[in-house]
């Protein structure tokens, strides 16, 4: 059971919680903080699971049409696994919400319900963000918090170009990523941005949003800047030249590695100044 939730908890897009999550530690000017160490076990499984768990469970119909579910792209769960992974979801999450607000400030705090708040009714009724054309895509801003609420945890001031650039960027990325779901979206009546204006409609909206991105990361570095415009310069002019889900979904797995490479350069780049004192 416990392999079946780390499945269902999709371990290849981890990187998208624990990467903020950690970027939000150094933009302290800190390698470590002990007192972030909660947070930094929150964003692996449990806060992963509450993620995708619930998106699972909603979205049984859609992805059962879908045909890169049940790999590491995400599980297919039967209806009767639903009752253990809501169990799951609540044993892993529970312990860590009620030692947060023990522990927290109510500015993080308040970070934090957003961020639960915003991933549950991204997918479950009666909001169902997912559903609704370009809120599907904006809620997912959501994933940039860490760098507001991991600084605010730790009495510091967020570095706010830095988590409005990522903010910006993953809402871009969530609609470029969804141009491969459009048929499948678009069958079960599922009016997503992308299934609203199309694979070409969506990369000039993903692009928009991307440009926003790199000027808020040139604000604080401009090698991740440079870094980010190139990536999505290439995932953005790879799907112009092809706009079609097929495309989209041959491109996804460059699309999985943007955030391991602009998020290493951006680590390395961030230890590197404060290990040589250039930072903060």
């Not at 970027?23 to 692996?44: C, K, S």
């Amino acid at each position: 059971m416990l392999a079946r939730l780390i499945h269902v908890s999709r371990p290849v897009l981890w990187v998208n919680t624990i990467g903020p999550t950690v970027i939000g530690v150094w933009l302290t000017g800190d390698l470590w903080r002990w007192e972030a160490a909660a947070l930094l076990l929150w964003a692996t499984l449990p806060f992963n699971l509450l993620i995708y768990g619930v998106n699972d469970i909603f979205d049984q119909e859609t992805d059962a049409l879908n045909t890169r579910k049940g790999g590491l792209e995400g599980a297919r769960i039967h209806r009767s696994e639903t009752r253990a992974i809501v169990v799951g979801i609540v044993l892993t999450n529970v312990p860590f919400l009620a030692y947060f607000l023990v522990t927290m400030p109510p500015a993080a705090l308040a970070w934090i319900a957003a961020y639960i708040v915003l991933f549950v009714f991204y997918s479950a009724p009666p909001l169902r963000f997912k559903a609704r054309r370009f809120l599907d895509a904006l809620s997912n801003a959501a994933y940039a918090f860490p760098l507001a609420f991991v600084p605010l945890a730790l009495g510091e001031s967020p570095v706010w170009a830095a988590a409005i650039g990522l903010m910006a960027w993953s809402v871009a990325k969530h609609t470029y990523d969804a141009v491969q779901d459009i048929d499948e979206d678009r069958a079960v009546g599922i009016r997503t941005t992308a299934v609203y204006l199309g694979a070409r409609g969506s990369v000039v909206w993903s692009g928009l949003w991307w440009a926003l991105s790199t000027v808020g990361f040139a604000l604080v570095s401009w090698p991740v800047a440079i870094v980010n415009a190139g990536i999505a310069g290439w995932l953005l002019l790879a799907l112009w030249r092809d706009a079609t889900p097929a495309t989209a979904r041959r491109l996804y797995r460059y699309s999985i590695v943007f955030p391991y490479v602009a998020g290493s350069v951006a680590g390395s780049h961030l230890v590197a100044a404060i290990l040589l004192g250039f930072y903060p």
